[in-house]
């Protein structure tokens, strides 16, 4: 590690050690170095999110109260609460080219706003998704271009909906038409790939047995940067070790329990907990902490595949999810997928919680980020994608105002968010899948 002076230290140092390399947070010590390249608190670092929600929910319980602001939230986004001045809901939002319904089109046009050839062969065709543009004109500033995570470890095959290859269903992100991007669901082997130093599974496996934690063998390396730093910096620096060894903690947990339960369970392979809840937990805070370390700036996490038949008994719902999509009209059926949808968001919730809580330069992590979370399904009872659920989370580093429920009359293409979005963290594009404009609503001042 090379330290330029006590006050300037490079934006992209590194904590070296055997078989580990840690990126570091912004620090105070890094801004006196910076250049034009190198983004401070006055010009903060811009990151673009997605989090995908499968199979629609119930609409009546998830549109506010209000036309206009979120001052009364629904049953499905109430967990939003403590942060609804950092998020817009916007309703009526439409995906055309995920027509004639279906699961698998709902997936691969959530990214693409482009329509999936159908085949149940290798010959899949769709279109670069907008996590890929992103990550084509700014993922080369960081680490990794950018980050698939998913839920599910095992990835279906063949066809599997309706004459559409398993291809659409499995993947979010297209690098280009032709080139899904498989995601990860192992919290090891992110982890890893956001703080290893690389090599193969064996040589990383015989690293770990020479040490309790990743973080023990950049000790000393850590301990020299320290001495150059303020106090302000140490404290931060340390919060950040102590979040990154508190996620190695869970995911060996997870790993210690696995391997001491006498049944296995061949859906959930060593270090996955066993609890959803505590699975998608990790997974959040891995991205949380792949954007604190300027790891990556672009992520995308899918919260479970569409027809997916998980069932969450953390909030008492027994029936797996996608037999209770199909609800027809039955009130209990759609009050329990209902449940579904809030324990989604309400985990949503938790992670815009943490990056309002995280420090950076003037603001928060979430100050610098544009989250979009939704679903490319409306009413999955009708297979349909119009007036889909779909909240923009984030702050002022796009320029957005939150606490606002934007309602438009027509249906209006998903893509001219998609579009926008890319906008604000400075991808200037022409158009985007079916676009026909920007949501200028999002970034305007709040009326009074």
Known sequence: MKFITKKSIPRRTFLKGVGASLSLPLLEAMIPAATAMTKTAANPVKRLGYVYMPMGCDITRWTPGSEKNLDTLSPILDSLSPVKDKISILTNMELKPAYPGSHATSNSAFLSAARAKVTESTDYYLGTTADQVAAQHIGQQTQLPSLELAMDLLQTVGQCDNGYACVYQNNLSWSSPTTPLPAEAHPRLVFENLFGEGGTPAQRQAAL???ASL????TEDMRRLKRELGANDREKLTEYLDSIREVERRIQKAESDTKDNPLPDLDRP????AAYADHARLMFDLQLLAYQGDITRIST???ARETSNRSYPEVGVAT???PLSHHGGNAEKIAQMAKINAFHVSLFAE???????????????LDNVLILYGSGMGNPNNHDHTNLPTIVAGGAAGGMQGNRHITYDKPTPLANLHLTLLDKVGVPIESFGDSDGMIS???QPLSM
């Open 215 to 218: 973080l023990d063998s950049v």
């Open 351 to 365: 992670y815009l919680e943490k990056l309002a809580a995280t420090p950076e330069g003037s603001g928060s992590l």
């Open 441 to 443: 609503e999002l970034f």
């Open 320 to 322: 797996p999810h996608h």
């Open 270 to 273: 060593t270090g996955v907990p």
């Open 301 to 303: 996490f899918q919260l």
């Open 209 to 211: 047995r020479k040490r």
